[in-house]
């Protein structure tokens, strides 16, 4: 049997990353790895999940199950989040809400959701997009196809073009959305944009699926939400996943939510029981403890204040290094112009160099980045921005 079986290619990212860890050089710096780090390199534990970790390893008193749907408590602080308190959708009873086991999970559940619904359905995907977006959504049996999103030359969203794309989009199909942080490009809708998405949604029957993965890292947790409480609100049907790896620093704990909102209460309770059974034969249950954790941050004001402190430190500290970056390059007078770098949001943002480029910074100044030249900003600080500076203005000059 498994001599079938074909080599996979290694996955870009973790490539690169396997050749910075090789590395000996003392200047070496890592743009490439999708996850948030301080200013001293590390992905620390945020001060709330200590507290709330000790707090729920205390009152613990069991190791069994918490049901397929996952932890109630969390999955009724993740709506509140996500929908803001007194949201209609929620009044009415018209959210269904699984736990999954990461923000993958949660897309795993709700593209089988969708192919059960109708096995015909078409999910339209930005290009660029988050590349595991595509064997995620394929592995469920959905048909895939891409809309313009990223102007490349212009560094800006093309939402003319976008528009088009989805004017064109049959009834009943859906288009992936990233709710903020827009992973891999960093550029992300304007409000005046999601109103006229949500038109355009409204208008021909095209079911909005946000994957909301880095709420509270572009302008805030309120200003966030937007989008997703916008399409909620006027639409009938969407499908939202969130994930709580970056905005609490779960990663490895792998925490995440899908949530469905159904035209009716009636419709809502067949949402429900059908996630709770496409989970049941993938993983059967999800894991507690990083829900749990979660659960209790948001439950209590203490440590719910506490955690959008430490967020909103982790967002500051994000755009201010799109800033202090794009200011470094033009003092450098590169031929580029970066500004767009301090204009775009999240840990992500393409340079625009090429793939030439991007392996000299790699070869020539252990500057290591995707070769599609996607930099997680994360991995800039202040001891080493100008050697970041002077190795892209170098590669720029050549």
């Not at 396997?18 to 999708?34: C, E, F, I, M, T």
């Not at 859906?174 to 409204?202: F, M, R, T, Y």
């Not at 208008?203 to 302008?219: K, N, S, T």
């Not at 003092?331 to 480029?357: H, K, P």
Request: charge should be negative; charged fraction near 25%.
């Amino acid at each position: 049997m498994l001599d079938t079986l074909k080599p996979i290619p290694p996955d870009a990212i973790l490539g690169i990353m396997v050749l910075y860890r090789a590395d000996q050089a003392p200047n070496k710096v890592d743009l490439s790895v999708g996850v948030y780090q301080d200013e001293a390199g590390r992905t620390p534990v945020l001060e709330c999940v200590k507290r709330a970790e000790g707090e729920v390893y205390s009152a613990e008193d069991s190791k069994t199950y918490v049901g397929i749907a996952g932890n109630p408590g969390f999955n009724r602080g993740i709506e509140e989040l996500l929908f803001g308190s007194g949201h209609p959708a929620l009044a009415d009873g018209r959210v269904a809400t699984v736990q999954t086991p990461g923000g993958s999970g949660g897309l795993s559940v709700a593209a089988h959701l969708m192919h059960r619904a109708n096995p015909d359905t078409r999910v339209w995907l930005s290009k660029p997009s988050w590349p595991n977006h595509l064997p995620l959504l394929r592995l469920a049996g959905l048909r895939l196809e891409h809309y313009p999103y990223y102007d490349q030359r212009a560094k800006r969203v093309d939402f003319e073009a976008m528009a088009d794309a989805v004017g064109r989009i049959g009834s009943g199909d859906s288009v992936l959305i990233h709710g903020c942080c827009h992973n891999p490009c960093g550029a992300d809708l304007s409000q005046a944009q999601w109103q006229a998405l949500a038109d355009l949604c409204e208008r021909h029957g095209v079911v909005p699926f946000i994957d909301f993965a880095y709420q509270g890292l572009a302008e805030g947790l309120e200003d966030d939400a937007y989008g997703v409480r916008l399409m909620a609100e006027r639409l009938p049907e969407v499908v939202i996943v969130a994930s709580c790896s970056k905005n609490f620093g779960l990663y490895r704990e792998r925490v995440g939510a899908v949530c469905v909102v159904s035209p009716d209460r009636e419709r809502n309770l067949r949402v429900a029981s059908n996630l709770s059974n496409i989970a049941r034969g993938i993983y059967s249950m999800p894991p507690d403890h990083g829900a749990a954790i979660v659960a209790r941050i948001l439950s209590d004001a203490g440590l719910k204040a506490l955690w959008m402190e430490e967020l909103e430190e982790m967002r500051l500290r994000l755009n201010g290094l799109r800033t202090l970056l794009a200011d470094k390059l033009a003092e450098r007078g590169t031929s580029t112009d970066f500004s767009f770098v301090a204009n775009e949001r999240g840990m992500f943002s393409f340079l625009g160099i090429s793939r030439e480029q991007v392996i000299r910074l790699r070869e020539e100044f252990h500057v290591y980045l995707v070769e599609s030249s996607r930099i997680n900003v994360a991995g800039i600080n202040q001891r080493n921005v100008d050697y970041v500076a002077d190795a892209i203005a170098a590669v720029l000059q050549a």
